[in-house]
């Protein structure tokens, strides 16, 4: 995954994204926040530029407290196509299994890929 950093990329994501509003406001308010000097230490991770499938919004991992606080350790994500959100998912380092974490999405199918993932790996999901 890519951690998009450079303003002229952000603003071009933020476009991109306000053209598939609603399904995108969960990652769109966080590109915004980046773009605008990123005051509460979030980045935004894409697999791919400037075609991307998903874009992953996170708390910088710097900042994660305590890894047991799923509040903190939130993620928020858009994906144009379920496989990329299953390959997120499944073989990235992007989401961490060593805490505990949520995800937010607008999409469907978002649960029905977090549940299969989970049960292949014998993880509890709630």
């Known amino acids: 995954m ?6 002229a990329q952000l ?7 306000r053209k598939s509003l609603p399904t995108t406001l969960p990652v769109l308010g966080t ?9 509460a230490s979030h980045e935004v991770l894409v697999d791919s530029w400037p075609n991307f499938g998903i874009v992953l919004t996170r708390l910088r991992p710097e900042e994660h407290r305590d890894p ?3 509040y903190t350790n939130q993620l928020s994500v858009f994906y144009r196509d379920k496989g990329a959100l299953q390959a997120l998912l499944e073989g990235t380092e992007a989401v961490s299994r060593e805490r505990a974490f949520q995800i937010l999405g607008m999409q469907d199918g978002l649960d029905e ?7 292949a790996r014998g993880l509890k999901v709630e």
Not at 11 to 17: D, R, Y
Request: net charge negative.
């Open 31 to 39: 590109v915004m926040t980046v773009a605008r000097g990123n005051p």
């Open 113 to 119: 890929a977090v549940q299969e993932v989970a049960g």
């Open 2 to 7: 890519l951690i998009l950093r450079c303003p």
């Open 68 to 70: 047991r606080d799923y």
């Open 11 to 17: 603003q071009l994501l933020e476009e991109t994204l």
